[in-house]
């Protein structure tokens, strides 16, 4: 492995190599965080023969600067808050409020599109591996660990391409198995690692989610 990668496929499929001894397990379900992390995910989801799903989140920006998460959100009512940068930066709860408001609304727009309004798929009992295109702060994929805790996956594995070191620390104690491919040192941002790091469209992750369940069936 070198960085930068190619791009997330490329990415997907140097983790599904890595993920390739669960080819074993049974009941083990791919979740992607959208929208990055669905082309990452579906190499892994192929070389297991396994469903590929979405688990919604959507991060909380720091007031004028969005790039900055100071939480995240996640469907089903899950909320995630660095309370140091929300103390630092003196942010009003009232401000909390109106972005969570408006990243709740987003969250909906994505169920509707990428599952037709449909729940998440069942996880309880389940391995679930979560799949996204790397890790910087990791409020988003905290809160998608919160999710599946708080509904019983049995064990639950994180697949990342890159992260940054301190980061990837916190998430691996909080889960069963953490897989990254590189951990640099200092991080800078996901897109620095990658060749090609466009946005991912509605319609790339519709038509990955499409493609995999005419092969290998939904999630359910």
Excluded at 86 to 112: F, G, H, N, P, S
Aim: hydrophobic share 45%.
């Amino acid at each position: 492995m070198k960085l930068p990668f190619k791009n997330r496929r490329e990415a997907g499929e140097q983790l599904a190599s890595e993920l390739a001894s669960m080819t074993s397990l049974t009941n083990v379900l791919v979740l992607a965080l959208p929208r990055g992390g669905v082309p990452v995910a579906e190499p892994i989801a192929q070389r297991l023969g396994v469903p590929l799903s979405v688990l919604l989140v959507r991060k909380l920006g720091v007031p004028g600067q969005p790039e900055v998460a100071m939480g995240a959100i996640s469907e089903n009512g899950v909320r995630v808050l660095n309370n140091e940068i929300v103390e630092t930066l003196a942010i009003d709860t009232r401000e909390i409020a109106r972005i969570e408001q408006r990243e709740r609304q987003e969250l909906e727009r994505r169920q509707q599109l990428y599952r037709s309004g449909t729940p998440l798929p069942k996880v309880t009992g389940k391995t679930v591996i979560l799949v996204d295109d790397g890790l910087a702060t990791g409020a988003t994929m905290k809160a998608a660990i919160k999710v599946l805790k708080r509904d019983k996956a049995g064990t639950i594995v994180v697949a990342v391409p890159v992260a940054a070191r301190e980061t990837a620390l916190e998430i691996r104690s909080d889960i069963d198995r953490l897989v990254c491919l590189a951990k640099p040192y200092p991080f800078a941002a996901i897109g620095y690692w990658y060749q090609d790091f466009s946005q991912v469209s509605d319609d790339e992750v519709l038509e990955i989610i499409q493609r995999h369940s005419s092969k290998f069936g939904s999630a359910v």
